[in-house]
């Protein structure tokens, strides 16, 4: 919301030591009742002489590619003029926008316009231009670069005259974030109220005007459905001069506002919807047909809105219709064709309150926002119509000529929110402070309740507090607390830190979780924290079956993007995801993780309870939110690609692979302190041929490899793509972990290399070695496959390093070969392995 200062502080009895408010006062002051600031915006600076001028003549050079002009411009009272006070100017200008007899604003040398760009007398185009005729941006009114400023004629204003004083360039425009709950400040007269509140000064309602009877109903509407539209009014008004032109106050208001002018009609409704709050739309009566009705759009309807474009309309749309069918998407946009025309002079102004759920819909279902569409998506004061009306219906009679037409047609039925009961100290037991008596009941009064002070039947003061019309949010005493204490100022607030209760420290749980996430980082993987909703397409991009369980997500009902509306059980998703935009800004070698939760929902879900939130829940309430909520366990997961040792004058860089992955796990099952089994299978994702399923103590945690090239492909990820996920959860929590046992003697280093059948898993003889070694085997590692003719058909060469150590003793050579032939002999037993010679 950008709105001036001058025209906010119109509504303001300013006091004499507040007559001065600068545009940073007033920013300070909304921000102490809570509203955000986003951008104080001083007007210009210009400087120097600008003033109005009267064009006299314009001869048009048609010796150029484009329109260029060649106008005289009278800048001062002829009997008045001499050399340094000239009667007119002459200045080259290239907008055609207006005619002979306009009065214009003239920077003449020696002006200086915002931007610090100077003003001088210059030859161009063949001719010497002696100023520059201004657009409302060159001056800083707006953004508006669309033609010359053209000022309304007013036998007040005279060529000459100073146009910084005329046009208030010495204003400032204050933008505003306005929240959801605060609907009532998207207008002046919701801010002024603020500002108000926040100076303790008087507030002036322009919406407190002599709003006449309904005598009669001025054009016949028809609401059937109430549930989308509450309240429905229209008044008419004939004879209105097209040619009016729109008073400059207006103009430059909506300019400044960053809404454009269109004609006095349409810039009189935006005018009253920034003042008042209230949207409007006008109609050419001529262009209706019958009367109004309100309604829910039929399937296969189109409506052509005032921008040009055919739209669609949903049977979810509400919609403003007469006997032709849609004229108007309600709250939203009107209709092309009852558009109010340059030559219009019956119009009908309607005013009305929508559903704010089903504006929002349509907004983000046609794309279409606008000015109204945001006010009512954050509630309209239901009170306002016939105000707005009146308010309208006298501007187009006192600018325009226009007559009123008796009669008013007022349809629905707007609830007026319900009385709240506040114990009166509610407040300072909230803030933990005493505030002076009368505080409370005063400031409610200032955000327009009305309240009455009684006692509960315990004797126990009370106020009930009526909010107004415009304040649907107050319907809680924790509401007018807040109203109290933020227009109090949070900095009364006493700010005391409760006392921390002793600890327990972390669980065991955390602890593995802290344990796994600095294990990853010290093994050169970078932690993310990828998006957690998921678009349900994912899933045929990663091949999955239609029957997999993984496809069964939680929908969320508003999600922050609608293509992702679910949320994921597994966490590659959005791994995947983080890796890609890296991939798309540079990055090349990359080693990702991310530890978090899943969703996983349950079978046979119970209803959510409703749980009262005066006292802690019970056991048994927990235990039945517990049971209504998806299971979320934790999970730990990783994404490579590119190398995973990089290039350099060291040599090649080792491309990351399957094993990489696996190694990942290794790493995650250490961290934890369990032992992890790797043994092959098959699952989508990950390639048949490259995927290890991981298993703790015989039940599998998770899987690890390279992604299937398909899925790469689908979801254009870098070439051989690997990843792991694992869940924690899963794994046993190891509480005590032994300390390690470090030896001063030296070890014994053997090599082995055994040949078995090429479907022994490699990970089952490395076990039966290890159990077979006892405890002088320190380690062992794999470091070598081999297959070929040497080893056999249908067999292959399994070689490790194997480093013997006793802790009392230097071992002998002999020692460690016995305890070796050992190891080798269980891996004989249990897989039929044979030394190779």
């Known amino acids: ?137 060159e001056l800083g009114l707006g953004g508006d670069h669309s033609g010359i400023l053209v000022l309304p004629s007013d036998d007040d204003v005279a060529p000459g005259d100073d146009a910084i004083s005329l046009l208030g360039l010495d204003d400032a425009v204050i933008e505003l974030s306005i929240t959801p709950d605060r609907g009532y400040c998207f207008s002046q007269r919701g801010l002024a109220r603020e500002l108000a509140c926040a100076l303790n000064l008087g507030y002036i309602d ?268 107050l319907v809680q005493p924790a509401d007018l607390v807040e109203e109290v204490l933020r227009l109090q100022g949070y900095d009364t607030v006493p700010s005391v830190l409760p006392p921390a209760p002793a600890g327990r420290g972390l669980s065991s749980a955390q602890r593995r979780r802290r344990a796994v996430s600095r294990s990853l980082a010290e093994h050169g993987y970078v932690e993310v924290l990828p998006f957690p909703f998921i678009p349900p397409t994912v899933w045929d991009a990663f091949g999955l079956a239609a029957d997999d369980v993984r496809r069964k997500t939680v929908r969320v009902l508003n999600p922050l993007e609608a293509e992702r509306s679910e949320l994921a059980t597994t966490l590659l998703p959005g791994l995947l995801d983080t890796l890609v935009r890296n991939v798309s800004r540079g990055a090349r070698d990359l080693s990702l993780f991310h530890i978090g939760q899943v969703v996983l929902p349950r079978t046979g879900a119970v209803p959510m309870p409703e749980v009262a939130v005066a006292s802690r829940p019970s056991d048994a309430e927990v235990a039945s939110l517990d049971a209504a909520l998806p299971a979320q366990p934790t999970h730990a997961a990783v994404v490579l690609a590119g190398n995973r040792q990089r290039a350099g004058w060291w040599g090649a860089g080792e491309p990351a692979g399957w094993a990489d992955a696996v190694q990942a796990a290794r790493v995650v099952a250490e961290a934890a302190g369990v032992t992890l089994t790797v043994t092959a299978d098959a699952l989508a994702p990950w390639h048949p041929g490259r995927c290890a399923r991981l298993s703790v103590g015989g039940f599998p945690v998770g899987h690890a490899g390279e992604l299937h090239p398909k899925v790469v492909e689908a979801l254009g990820l870098p070439k051989r793509t690997c990843a792991m996920e694992i869940d924690l959860d899963l794994l046993p929590l190891v509480d005590r972990k032994p300390v390690p046992q470090v030896s001063p003697y030296p070890p014994v280093l053997l090599d082995v290399a055994l040949v078995v059948d090429a479907d022994v898993p490699a990970a089952e003889l490395t076990l039966a070695l290890r159990e077979g070694g006892g405890e002088l085997l320190e380690d062992l590692s794999l470091f070598d496959v081999f297959t070929g003719e040497q080893v056999g058909e249908g067999k292959r060469s399994l070689a490790y390093s194997l480093r013997f150590r006793a802790p009392d003793r230097t071992l002998t050579v002999e020692e460690a070969t016995a305890v070796r032939d050992t190891a080798v002999a269980a891996a004989t037993e249990r897989h039929g392995a044979a030394l190779r010679s």
């Open 206 to 473: 322009p919406a407190a005007i002599e709003v006449p009877g309904a005598d009669g109903r001025s054009v016949p509407v028809t609401i059937e459905d109430p549930t989308a539209c509450t309240r429905f009014a229209v008044r008419r008004v004939t004879g209105v001069d097209p040619t009016a032109p729109t008073p400059w106050h207006i103009r430059r208001t909506l300019m400044l506002a960053g809404i454009r002018s269109i004609s006095l009609a349409v810039d009189i409704t935006n005018y009253v919807m920034l003042e008042l709050g209230q949207p409007m739309h006008a109609y050419d009566t001529s262009r209706l047909r019958g009367g109004l009705t309100v309604r829910r759009a039929r399937a296969g309807e189109k409506l052509v809105t005032l921008d040009d474009v055919e739209r669609v309309l949903d049977p979810d749309d509400v919609v403003v219709c007469d006997e032709s069918g849609p004229v108007g998407l309600a709250g939203v946009m009107g209709g092309a064709s009852t558009e109010v025309r340059p030559d219009s002079t019956d119009i009908v102004l309607e005013a009305a309150i929508w559903n704010p759920a089903s504006i929002a819909r349509a907004v983000r279902r046609h794309k279409l926002p606008s000015e109204a569409s945001r006010r009512y998506e954050r509630v309209v004061d239901p009170a306002l119509p016939p105000v707005a009306l009146e308010r309208a219906a006298r501007m187009l009679r006192d600018y325009g000529e226009g007559r009123i037409q008796p009669g008013r047609t007022d349809e629905g039925n707007p609830v007026a929110p319900d009385p709240v009961v506040m114990a009166m100290d509610l407040p300072d037991r909230v803030a933990g402070a005493r505030y002076a008596r009368g505080v409370t009941a005063s400031r409610l009064q200032k955000i327009g309740c009305r309240v009455e002070v009684g006692a509960a039947e315990d004797g126990t003061p009370v106020v009930t507090a009526f909010p107004p019309t415009w304040r649907a949010d």
């Open 1 to 137: 919301m950008r709105i001036p200062v001058s025209w906010l502080v119109q509504q303001l009895e300013l006091t004499e030591d507040l007559r001065d408010l600068t545009p940073t006062q007033i920013a300070d002051a909304f921000v102490r009742v809570g509203l955000e600031v986003e951008e104080v915006s001083p007007l210009g600076p210009v400087t120097g002489p600008v003033v109005v001028g009267r064009v006299a003549e314009i001869e048009v050079l048609t010796e150029f590619k484009k329109p260029i002009r060649f106008c005289t411009v009278e800048i001062g009272d002829p009997e008045d003029a001499d050399d340094e006070n000239p009667a007119t100017t002459q200045v080259v200008c290239g907008a055609t926008n207006f005619v002979e007899g306009d009065l214009v604003v003239v920077a003449m040398p020696g002006a200086v316009l915002p931007g610090d760009f100077t003003i001088a007398a210059r030859k161009t185009y063949g001719r010497v231009s002696n100023g520059m005729i201004c657009a409302a941006d």
